[in-house]
């Protein structure tokens, strides 16, 4: 089994800036992308950015300019600095892995809350 933990979320005023990470740990022979995805209270889980595990990465037009999504190969880690934060920008952030382990597995994590508000 593979496990995904999220953390760093919080409170964040308008215009500031919180950075998310998202350790994987558990048996994987590679991990392919590796992804953010966020859910607003009464909206539809969106995608907000990815990154392949060549390091390509595409971004919601939303966030474009304003996130980075960034992942660290050698820790299982994927990132996302997320700047110039909007009240548009509060949800549920998710960290999603697609995983070689013998079969190819999607897995997500928990969860972690971004609120932004002044």
């Known amino acids: 089994q593979v496990q995904l933990v999220e953390s760093g979320g919080g409170l964040v005023q308008p215009g500031g800036s919180l950075r998310l990470s998202c350790g994987a740990s558990g048996i994987m022979y590679q991990i392919n992308d590796m992804a953010w995805y966020r859910q607003a209270p009464g909206k539809e889980r969106e995608l907000v950015a990815v990154?392949?595990?060549?390091?390509?990465?595409h971004y919601a037009d939303s966030v474009k300019g304003r996130f980075t999504i960034s992942r660290d190969n050698a820790k299982n880690t994927v990132y996302l600095q997320m700047n110039s934060l909007t009240y548009d920008d509060t949800a549920v952030y998710y960290c999603?892995?697609?995983?070689?382990?013998?079969?190819?597995?999607?897995?997500w994590g928990q969860g972690t809350q971004v609120t932004v508000s002044s």
């Open positions: 990154i392949t595990d060549g390091g390509s990465t």
């Open positions: 999603y892995a697609k995983v070689w382990s013998g079969v190819l597995i999607a897995y």
